[in-house]
């Protein structure tokens, strides 16, 4: 008996910082999303709780307790076995929620396969795991736990555009000036292209000047994307230093994600749709 769940990559579309908390954690408002591409978990039972790891970047995250997958698994039953499988497909350190989205995606499987019910505190795994749990584009808020679900348009085509550098949350969180900024405009959620991109058009990423910063290639990647054809939207993801453009239409964004292999081939480079 296997069973598999998808670790789809979290995309920040907007993320303003609201101020800082006693306890340390960042006041957020965040607009939320997931694209068609991420990580893979495998569960079966096993005699011992088990780890392994393959994929393009298994080389990049750990492979004893401290890995997230391990924590997930532990926090959802201390005494359970199971031999957990991560094909590990996203960078680290990308902006994109790769361990919280492996943590929610076993504790999806784990409480499948050992017929528990995942509890309502996930976010001691990490602020992002609830809306990772959730996997459904939404406004979050607090330290991750307001989650508000809206819809946006679909068939949108995203490119995704990470350089070999990375850069932790914790490292951008820690050189930000500005915690105290402007709240995210009240936003219901459309199925309008033309409504969206007026509306996404007015958000920000209060993340990404700290980042460009501490990583100036990315101001280089951005400048990219915004001269394709077709781009209405670009964007750093989280932290970074994953950039991305919103396309409409699935030509263009063929043809921007050809343009920036071309110009960056040392790049993690994709194309996909948003969930």
């Not at 980042?211 to 101001?219: H, M, V």
Request: net charge positive; hydrophobic share 40%.
């Amino acid at each position: 008996m296997k069973i598999n769940s998808f670790a789809a990559a979290k995309v920040n579309l907007a993320l303003h910082v609201r101020g800082l908390k006693s306890n340390g954690y960042h006041e957020l408002d965040s607009l939320v999303t997931f694209a068609n591409i991420g990580d893979i978990i495998e569960v079966r039972p096993s005699d011992e709780l088990k780890l392994t790891i393959e994929g393009p970047f298994a080389d990049n995250v750990p492979k004893d307790a401290d890995n997230i997958v391990v924590k997930a698994a532990k926090f959802l039953s201390p005494d359970g076995k199971a031999h957990i499988n991560l094909i590990k497909n996203l960078p680290v350190e990308a902006g994109l929620g790769g361990g919280s989205a492996d943590a929610a995606a076993t504790l999806r499987s784990l409480s499948k396969l050992w017929n528990i019910q995942i509890p309502k505190t996930p976010e001691v795994l990490g602020a992002d795991v609830p809306i990772c749990l959730l996997k459904e584009t939404a406004i979050v808020q607090g330290i991750g736990e307001k989650i508000t679900p809206i819809s946006i348009p679909s068939n949108l085509h995203i490119v995704l555009v990470k350089p070999n550098i990375g850069l932790s949350t914790e490292e951008v969180f820690k050189n930000l000036k500005n915690k105290n900024n402007r709240k995210m405009d009240t936003f219901m959620g459309t199925k309008s292209i033309k409504v969206f991109s007026n509306h996404i058009k007015k958000l920000r990423n209060d993340l990404l000047k700290t980042s460009i910063n501490l990583a100036p290639i990315l101001n280089n990647i951005i400048d990219l994307l915004n001269e394709q054809t077709g781009i209405y939207y670009t964007q750093m993801s989280g932290s970074g230093t994953t950039c991305f453009g919103l396309f409409d239409d699935r030509g263009n964004a063929v043809r921007a994600l050809s343009n920036a292999k071309l110009k960056y081939p040392e790049m993690w480079c994709k194309m996909t749709q948003l969930l």
